[in-house]
């Protein structure tokens, strides 16, 4: 055995920051922290209810819209604008869906391809106004949450249109029962076990290709480590999922969000266009002088933003079973705060999908847990408004003092020792 292979076996203690991540990724690994410590202190305090089957499945149904918003907002704001049309152009599309079902007798796959088509010309609008004559997104998307929050109300006349019990079922219902009687619902612990299946194999994939590449991979205790805990974490969420109460398993609208949140990823993550996103942010001169196509970039940005809104639109009504003219309300500041409690930068080209979905999965279980033990609706702003305030501040430090971190601080003293020991 070499002596590199020695050395990439060996166990460091500084390594313990690349179990979630790649090196120097510590403020996600900081996030994941948060949200793990604020699960526990919630599932202590509410005496087992937040790790509740029950409560787990009412947390994907309840805040999937707001996860697909988030994986939205975090390429707008990547690319250094920012959406505030969100809310409107969902309750916009949503009750032009419902009427479409309810007054036009459409069938409910004719109505979800005009609700996309309908967002994709949102999309259009706005994405002309910020990326051809240049108006800031800010202003557009200021004027697009009045004029289709007006919108919502002229064409569904203020009031309550019912949708149709076929369109409710598809994108407010749960994996069917299939199979023989196991005590759980077997189509959920099958998505569980293809879930960790995929890990392992993405993860094993990646290392192979890095090594080929010829670029440095974590030691293998890191990948281990890691597979074994995320696959702890799968499995374990898959047994709660299924063993809900009776008719219930993992929402098809949690499905839809995994889909969109994978796809996402990887279009940041490994294609040309994920990186023109960042690169316009990061720094809009040098990536035009790089050969970007930096109006392109915007446009396309904020056209995405509204179809995922327009999809939204639809989940939430499905959950609600109408449309209403109060729809949409402040969804824009929940996914733009998910967004920043997730790591992304407040001037652009610093961001993840992965980030703003734990960041949105900080704001869901916080606010869940604090209606559980009791704390008034009127104290739930304002406590989500601190952790905002302190999120973004985090990131302002950040970048006043260089990378801090509370998990870089406890990691210093034993990458001090490293270091002696090296010396």
Do not use: C
Not at 258 to 277: D, E, K, M, W
Not at 286 to 302: I, K, N, P, Q, Y
Not at 303 to 332: K, T, Y
Not at 387 to 413: C, E, P, T, Y
Request: proline share 2%.
């Amino acid at each position: 055995m070499t002596d590199g292979v020695q050395e990439q076996q060996r166990f460091r203690a500084s390594d313990l920051s690349m179990l979630f991540g790649k090196k120097g990724s510590l403020k996600e690994f900081g996030i994941l922290g948060a949200l793990v410590v604020i699960v526990v202190a919630f599932q202590i305090v509410t005496e087992g209810t937040t790790l509740s089957s029950n409560n787990l499945i009412n947390i994907i149904q309840s805040q999937s819209y707001i996860l697909i918003l988030a994986v939205g907002m975090v390429m707008v704001i990547i690319a250094g604008h920012i959406d505030l049309s969100v809310g409107s152009v969902a309750a916009f599309v949503g009750v032009v869906v419902a009427i479409a079902m309810n007054d036009w007798g459409l069938p409910w796959y004719l109505t979800i391809l005009i609700g996309l088509g309908l967002g994709v010309l949102v999309g259009a609008w706005q994405g002309f106004w910020v990326a051809f004559i240049g108006v800031p997104a800010f202003i557009v998307t200021l004027a697009g949450m009045l004029m289709f929050r007006g919108l919502n109300q002229i064409v569904g006349q203020s009031r309550g249109i019912p949708v149709d019990r076929e369109f409710v079922n598809l994108l407010a219902g749960y994996l069917p029962e299939v199979g023989p009687f196991t005590g759980y619902n077997n189509l959920t612990l099958l998505l569980g076990l293809v879930a960790v299946v995929a890990v392992v194999m993405l993860e094993l994939r990646g290392r192979a290709r890095r090594q080929r590449l010829g670029a440095a991979v974590p030691p293998m205790w890191v990948a281990i480590t890691r597979l074994v805990l995320v696959a702890v974490v799968i499995i374990v969420a898959a047994l709660l999922f299924a063993s809900g109460r009776e008719g219930t398993s993992f929402p098809n609208a949690g499905i839809l969000f995994a889909l969109i949140a994978l796809g996402y990823a990887f279009v940041t993550r490994n294609t040309s266009l994920g990186r023109h996103v960042y690169a316009v942010g990061g720094n809009r001169r040098a990536a035009e002088l790089s050969g970007v196509r930096s109006r392109w970039v915007d446009f396309f940005v904020m056209a995405n933003m509204s179809v995922l809104a327009s999809v939204a639109g639809m989940l939430w009504i499905a959950r609600a079973q109408a449309s209403g003219p109060a729809d949409g309300g402040g969804w824009e500041l929940d996914a733009i705060a998910a967004v920043f409690i997730g790591g992304a930068a407040v001037a652009g080209g610093i961001g993840t999908v992965a980030g703003s979905i734990i960041g949105g999965l900080v704001m869901a279980v916080l606010t869940n847990g604090l209606f559980a033990i009791g704390v008034g609706s009127d104290w739930i702003p304002v406590i989500k408004g601190l952790v905002l305030l302190v999120a973004v501040a985090i990131d302002v430090i950040n970048k006043q003092q260089g990378r801090f971190s509370i998990i870089a601080l406890l990691l210093r003293g034993l990458r001090r020792d490293r270091s002696s020991e090296l010396a």
